[in-house]
């Protein structure tokens, strides 16, 4: 299982062990705005067990900061996720292929009309609804099943992170399934939320970094 | 004369083999009392009834238990137990480690190591 969306190797490395306990085979360092290669590096060396994954989070406020984050990162990072705080800011980040996932997604029709043109995947974080009692949570559930309905009607790829703040916020990946279930996703599309689509995304960028993929639908099969 | 149960009424079991993540020390009345308050407040009174929950044992030195559930109600248990946060005010993680039909194999292969 991969987790895509968590902050524990920049914010509590030291409880980074627990992955294992948790059935986390690879795990994104979630960089904020910045990235630092040097640090990512060292973490790479130092967890040689874990498969981690490079990973930009841009909190856009501006329809502006998507573009200005993509063009700056996207070759030097395998992951780009934008967190939209504004809905032009969202509607900008389902635009870009180059975008991978939107984090926190609640989109609207529109945008996600053009996530699955430009096949951007939408990010559930279970944290959201773990921290949450009563009237909120309910509410959350309720976008969730909305967002999942645009989902399944645009055929957009769906991804599960846990949002981990420390070790209290992982979940094993047969919990988060069940978890899921529980909140609408159907058994299939909650599997495929939490172990394939987040091993394929990870695949898909590094084959186009090592210019395996040249470009969307592009693949060099022999040279 | 004596009530028998056709083997097709029985009701099938399912027993989760769980551990707690954390650094607090529970005992057995806080694990039921978490994993009951858990049930009902994401499915309420009439869903906890159907899942017919009932912890087995608990390991308080080494935090680890068994609860048995209806094998229907499965997935339904292992959400509740996802969605437990805190027990007395204290972080902790319910980490489900396998679900299995009889408490043999289940203690076998989940809670040895």
Redesign the interface.
């Known amino acids: 299982m991969y987790d895509l969306h968590n902050f524990i190797l920049t914010r509590k490395e030291e409880q980074a062990s627990y992955f294992q306990k948790f059935g986390i085979r690879g795990a994104s360092v979630v960089f904020e705005n910045n990235f630092d290669f040097r640090k990512f590096r060292e973490l790479r060396e130092r967890y040689k067990n874990l498969d981690l994954v490079s990973a930009v989070e841009v909190v856009a406020e501006r329809k502006g900061e998507v573009k200005n984050a993509v063009d700056r990162f996207r070759n030097q990072v395998d992951l780009i996720i934008v967190n939209a705080q504004d809905t032009r800011a969202m509607r900008a980040a389902s635009e870009h292929s180059e975008v991978d996932f939107i984090a926190r997604a609640f989109v609207d029709q529109t945008a996600a009309r053009d996530c699955a043109k430009n096949n951007v995947a939408l990010e559930f974080d279970i944290a959201d609804f773990l921290g949450t009692y009563g009237m909120k949570r309910a509410t959350l559930i309720s976008k969730l099943q909305f967002n999942l309905g645009l989902a399944r009607k645009y055929k957009i790829p769906i991804i599960l992170g846990s949002g981990a703040q420390n070790v209290y916020g992982l979940r094993n990946a047969m919990q988060l399934i069940a978890f899921v279930e529980s909140l609408g996703f159907r058994h299939e599309e909650a599997k495929a939320a939490v172990l394939k689509t987040p091993f394929k995304i990870v695949r898909k960028n590094r084959e186009r970094r090592k210019e395996i993929e040249v470009m969307e639908g592009v693949r060099i099969v022999k040279e | 004369m004596k009530f028998k149960v056709k083997a097709s009424q029985k009701e099938n079991w399912r027993y989760i083999a769980f551990e707690l993540?954390?650094t607090g020390i529970f005992s057995e009345q806080d694990i039921v009392k978490a994993v009951t308050g858990a049930n009902l407040?994401?499915y309420g009174e009439v869903g906890t009834s159907e899942e017919n929950l009932w912890i087995i044992e608990f390991d308080s030195e080494k935090q680890r238990g068994i609860i048995r559930c209806s094998h229907k109600a499965?997935?339904?248990v292992?959400?509740a137990?996802?969605?437990i946060?805190k027990i007395n005010e204290q972080?902790?993680?319910i980490?489900?480690r396998g679900?299995s039909g009889t408490i043999r194999k289940c203690k076998e292969k989940y809670l040895k190591t």
């Open positions: 993540v954390g407040r994401l499965q997935q339904k292992l959400a137990l996802t969605a946060t972080d902790v993680v980490n489900v679900v």
